[in-house]
Structure formats: structure tokens, C-alpha cells
């Protein structure tokens, strides 16, 4: 049964909080799985910091009331979109409606003047169920982009 509580906040990341993704994932495969191909295994605090950011990527942390990490995920420059990245609950908490709740805030954070955008691997289909339950349809990647393999792109049609 999902429930969607509603004592979460999105809030900009910290450093201590991305120190807890570290956990999180346990093999290089479930890293690549969430943060892609650039991103070094085994995760290092400093490295994964230095891998996931760039200029143009603002990093956001769903927080209980406690303050503790209950998901993450980004808003990037990608594709001349604004992309959400690097999406992850944390598993202590999975199918409870986090994140539902992660996804919907983060979309808050865009600017709806651009397209917004996510690509999601093909075998993950929990959140593929959930992003086209959110309005996010799949389609072809813009310019003829070279998506990692196994990878769906997909863009945020709100409905009215």
C-alpha cells in the first residue's frame, strides 16, 4: 500500500547528506544503475562529490522532519532540458510513496518554460511505472543524443 506522507521536505543538499548515499549502494553495477558511467566505484565522498556535480546541476535532499535522507536526485542542464538526475530513495524506505514524493517536489524546483527531462534504464521498472504515472512519456532523445545503453528518455507532459 503506498501512502504518501506528508511531513517531507525537499531542501538543497548538503555535503553530509550525499555522505549517506555512500551506503546506499553496495556494488558497481547498482552505482552505474543510478549515477551512471562517470561515476567511480568504490564511492569516495570527495570523488562521487567531484563525479556528480557540475556547473550547472543543483543537487536537492528529501528530508523528514528529523532531518534524516529519506531520497535524492538532481535538477541538471541536460539536453537542453532542465533533466532530473541521479533520483534515488533511500532503501530503508522503498515503496512507501517516497518517491512519488521526491519526483513531484523536484519538478517544483524546474522552470516550466523548459522541457523537462529524465532517462530511466529499461529494467528498472518501478520507476518507470512512476514516471509515466507523473506524466513523463517515453521518446526519442533530442539531436540524435547517444543514450547509455539500455536507457529510455523521457519527457514531463503535466496533465491538465
Same mark, same amino acid.
Given at each position: 500500500?503506498?501512502?504518501?506522507?506528508?511531513?517531507?521536505?525537499?531542501?538543497?543538499?548538503?555535503?553530509?547528506?550525499?555522505?549517506?548515499? +555512500? #551506503?546506499?549502494?553496495?556494488?558497481?553495477?547498482?552505482? &552505474?544503475?543510478?549515477?551512471?558511467?562517470? #561515476?567511480?566505484?568504490? +564511492?569516495?565522498?570527495?570523488? !562521487?562529490?567531484?563525479?556528480?556535480?557540475?556547473?550547472?546541476?543543483?543537487?536537492?535532499? +528529501?528530508?523528514?522532519?528529523?532531518?534524516?535522507?529519506?531520497?535524492?536526485?538532481?535538477?541538471?542542464?541536460? $539536453?537542453?532540458?532542465?533533466?532530473?538526475?541521479?533520483? #534515488?530513495?533511500?532503501?530503508?524506505? &522503498?515503496?512507501?510513496?517516497?518517491?512519488?514524493?521526491?519526483?513531484? &517536489?523536484?519538478?517544483?524546483?524546474?522552470?516550466?518554460?523548459?522541457?523537462?527531462?529524465?532517462?530511466? *534504464?529499461?529494467?528498472?521498472?518501478?520507476?518507470?511505472?512512476? *514516471?509515466?504515472?507523473?506524466? $513523463?512519456?517515453?521518446? !526519442?532523445?533530442?539531436?540524435?543524443? #547517444?543514450?547509455?545503453?539500455?536507457?529510455?528518455?523521457?519527457i514531463y507532459h503535466?496533465?491538465?
Open positions: 500500500m503506498n501512502h504518501f506522507p506528508q511531513h517531507l521536505q525537499l531542501i538543497l543538499a548538503n555535503q553530509s547528506q550525499i555522505a549517506q548515499l +555512500l #551506503v546506499w549502494f553496495n556494488t558497481e553495477a547498482a552505482t &552505474r544503475a543510478w549515477a551512471g558511467p562517470k #561515476v567511480h566505484y568504490p +564511492l569516495i565522498l570527495s570523488q !562521487l562529490i567531484e563525479d556528480i556535480n557540475d556547473t550547472q546541476s543543483q543537487d536537492y535532499a +528529501l528530508v523528514d522532519e528529523k532531518g534524516q535522507l529519506k531520497g535524492f536526485g538532481q535538477i541538471l542542464s541536460r $539536453f537542453g532540458n532542465q533533466h532530473l538526475g541521479r533520483i #534515488v530513495v533511500n532503501p530503508k524506505y &522503498r515503496g512507501q510513496g517516497i518517491g512519488h514524493q521526491l519526483v513531484t &517536489r523536484l519538478l517544483t524546483k524546474t522552470n516550466p518554460a523548459f522541457t523537462r527531462s529524465l532517462l530511466v *534504464y529499461k529494467d528498472n521498472l518501478a520507476a518507470l511505472q512512476l *514516471y509515466q504515472k507523473l506524466g $513523463f512519456q517515453r521518446t !526519442l532523445p533530442p539531436n540524435d543524443e #547517444v543514450l547509455p545503453e539500455n536507457c529510455i528518455f523521457m503535466p496533465t491538465i
